[in-house]
C-alpha cells in the first residue's frame, strides 16, 4: 500500500515542483520540496535525495533559483528509476 502511495504522490508532487520552479513560486517550492522528503522515504530514497530537496527548499526561502534546475533534474531521474522499479516489484507481486 505504501508503494503504491509513492506511486500516486510522487509524480503529482513532482509535477508541483516543477510548475512552482517554472513561475517561480518560492513558497510553493518550498512547501513541495519539503513534502517530498516523506515521500521518497516511503521508497528509501531519503539518503539519497534528502540534500538535494533540502538545498531546493532553503533556497527557495532565499528566494535563489541558481541550483533549482540542476537539482530537480537529479530528483525527478531518481524518482523516476525508483518509480519504474516498484511499478515491475508490483507486478511481479500480482502475479
Known sequence: QILEQF???MPEEM???EKAIRNREFEAVKQ?????KSTVG???LSDQLH???DRI???AIKNEDTNFSLDLDYVKSQCE???AEVESLLRREAV
Not at 513541495?32 to 517530498?36: D, E, R, V
Open 81 to 83: 528509476k525508483a518509480k
Open 51 to 53: 540534500s538535494y530537496l
Open 32 to 36: 513541495t520540496a519539503h513534502s517530498l
Open 7 to 9: 506511486l500516486v504522490q
Open 42 to 44: 516511503y521508497v528509501g
Open 15 to 17: 509535477g508541483q515542483l
Open 57 to 59: 527548499e532553503k533556497d
